[in-house]
């Protein structure tokens, strides 16, 4: 579990630095809508983090306290 947590992060990272890349000078419609999609495609990385990072301490409270 911890290892898909990590995975998912080190995606989620990989999001943001895209949707930061974008992030220039040129605000033409078409640049306006990569970074949006980028936007997009981060917001998901960061979902699939959280419910990474959910599962892991669900797994962890199993281990440590039998619930």
Request: hydrophobic share 40%; net charge negative.
């Amino acid at each position: 579990m911890r290892l898909f947590y990590k995975k998912a992060i080190d995606e989620w990272v990989e999001t943001i630095r895209a949707e930061e890349a974008l992030a220039t000078p040129d605000h033409s419609m078409i640049a306006m809508e990569h970074w949006d999609a980028a936007h997009l495609r981060e917001h998901d990385a960061h979902t699939k983090a959280t419910e990474a990072r959910e599962a892991y301490q669900d797994a962890l409270r199993g281990v440590n306290y039998g619930i």
